[in-house]
T-cell receptor, first 115, second 112 residues
Framework: KAGVTQTPRYLIKTRGQQVTLSCSPISGHRSVSWYQQTPGQGLQFLFEYFSETQRNKGNFPGRFSGRQFSNSRSEMNVSTLELGDSALYLC??????????????FGPGTRLTVT | SQKIEQNSEALNIQEGKTATLTCNYTNYSPAYLQWYRQDPGRGPVFLLLIRENEKEKRKERLKVTFDTTLKQSLFHITASQPADSATYLCALASGSARQLTFGSGTQLTVLP
C-alpha cells in the first residue's frame, strides 16, 4: 500500500504571498490531519478533516485553512505568508476520525521557506 | 497551563543497553498516549498507543508504561541498536480533545 504523499516537498515563497500544499492519504483512510513543525514550537496540530468536514482545529490564525475532497485528498492554504510560517508542514492520515485515538501515518512533509 | 515534558533533549547510550525515555505531563487527563519515532528529514512514524486504563504495552523490543497517578509515561527500548538512533516523540490527548499534542522529543543516540 502506498504511503501518505505530500506535494511539493520543498517550497520557497515571499512574505505576503499565499501557498497551497497537497496531501494524498493512504488508500482507504478518510481522516487527514495537518501539523506544523518548527525547531522552536515543535509539532503543533493545525486541523483534522474527515469525510470532507473539518472536525477539529488547532490554535492557529485564520490565515491557515484547509479542505478535503471526496477522494479524501486534502489541501491546506496559508494566505499572507509571514516569515514565522517557515516550517515543515506534515500531513497524517488515519482510517477513522479522532486523531488522538488512532495511529496516524505521516507523510514526508513539505518544507516551506518564507523569505 | 497544559504542559508535556520529555526528558533531556538528548540521550546517549551504549549499544545493547536499555534506553528509557520519559514523558511527563501536567494539567492533562489524557485518554490516549502515543509514541512516535522521527528521523531527520522525515515524518514521524507511529510506534505504540496506550490507553488510560492500560498500564503497559509491548511490541517487540519496545515497552511503554502509563502511570496516570504520576502523570508519566516511560518508553523503553531493550537491546538497543545504532539503528534505533532517532528522535522519539510522545503525544497525548484528553478524552474531550480530539487533537494530539506532542512533546518536544528526545534525541536518542545509540553508540556502537
Amino acid at each position: 500500500k502506498a504511503g501518505v504523499t505530500q506535494t511539493p516537498r520543498y517550497l520557497i515563497k515571499t512574505r505576503g504571498q499565499q501557498v497551497t500544499l497537497s496531501c494524498s492519504p493512504i488508500s482507504g483512510h478518510r481522516s487527514v490531519s495537518w501539523y506544523q513543525q518548527t525547531p522552536g514550537q515543535g509539532l503543533q496540530f493545525l486541523f483534522e478533516y474527515f469525510s470532507e468536514t473539518q472536525r477539529n482545529k488547532g490554535n492557529f490564525p485564520g490565515r491557515f485553512s484547509g479542505r478535503q475532497f471526496s477522494n479524501s485528498r486534502s489541501e491546506m492554504n496559508v494566505s499572507t505568508l509571514e516569515l514565522g510560517d517557515s516550517a515543515l508542514y506534515l500531513c497524517a492520515s488515519s482510517f477513522q476520525a479522532g486523531a488522538s485515538a488512532y495511529e496516524q501515518y505521516f507523510g514526508p512533509g513539505t518544507r516551506l521557506t518564507v523569505t | 497551563s497544559q504542559k508535556i515534558e520529555q526528558n533531556s533533549e538528548a540521550l546517549n547510550i551504549q549499544e545493547g543497553k536499555t534506553a528509557t525515555l520519559t514523558c511527563n505531563y501536567t494539567n492533562y487527563s489524557p485518554a490516549y498516549l502515543q509514541w512516535y519515532r522521527q528521523d531527520p528529514g522525515r515524518g514521524p512514524v507511529f510506534l505504540l498507543l496506550i490507553r488510560e486504563n492500560e498500564k503497559e504495552k509491548r511490541k517487540e523490543r519496545l515497552k511503554v508504561t502509563f502511570d496516570t497517578t504520576l502523570k508519566q509515561s516511560l518508553f523503553h527500548i531493550t537491546a538497543s541498536q545504532p539503528a534505533d538512533s532517532a528522535t522519539y516523540l510522545c503525544a497525548l490527548a484528553s478524552g474531550s480533545a480530539r487533537q494530539l499534542t506532542f512533546g518536544s522529543g528526545t534525541q536518542l543516540t545509540v553508540l556502537p
